[in-house]
């Protein structure tokens, strides 16, 4: 966890959560939801991963705060259980392990669960052709391929911040703001906040 926090501009991510109702899509461990929970007893806080063994391991710490929920779900299934339930939707470094056929089912869904007027917070890693890149790239392949801690669809790869517009727009996103948060860190961070268009 200290290693997430550490590699990746998080606290960024939090201080963008609008409302009471969040969701932290692909928790893994529960940082972010910790820093979205932390001294605010107001909000409930949602987080959802594919993978039980982090879900597990996120309730046995960040899990104990009463206003967390984690469940071992995908962001489809949450979609089609809880429609517009959330004021704010947080995706950090996830859809660079889905292949490009699955980003538009998967921000579909984020849309999905937005209320009216609700905001995306989106943090990808950029192919921005930088060593931070090459670096990020041969990271996550360790970590999905050999040492199998992060799941993935089967794709591993990161895309120019075009890509990434283009795919927040055809979804029906309106982004308000996008910041390169790459600056003290060894991957090229881009962050986008957006709204249902």
Known sequence: MRARLASAPLTELAARAQGSSLL??????????????AGRRERRIVGIDPDPRKIDWARRSVGRCGNVELIACTIDALAAERPAAFDT?????VLYLL???????????ARALLRPGGRLVLKEAEDDGSWR???ALWQERLMVHLLRRT?????VGFVPRGMLVA???RAGFAIEETVALARGYSTPHVLFTARAA
């Open 24 to 37: 932290d899509v692909g928790c893994g461990h529960g940082v972010l939801v910790a820093l979205l929970a």
């Open 89 to 93: 939707v947080l995706v950090a470094d």
């Open 99 to 109: 292949a490009a056929r699955d980003w538009a089912p998967f921000l579909d869904a």
């Open 133 to 135: 890149m090459t670096k």
């Open 151 to 155: 799941h993935s669809s089967g794709a």
């Open 167 to 169: 795919s927040l727009q």
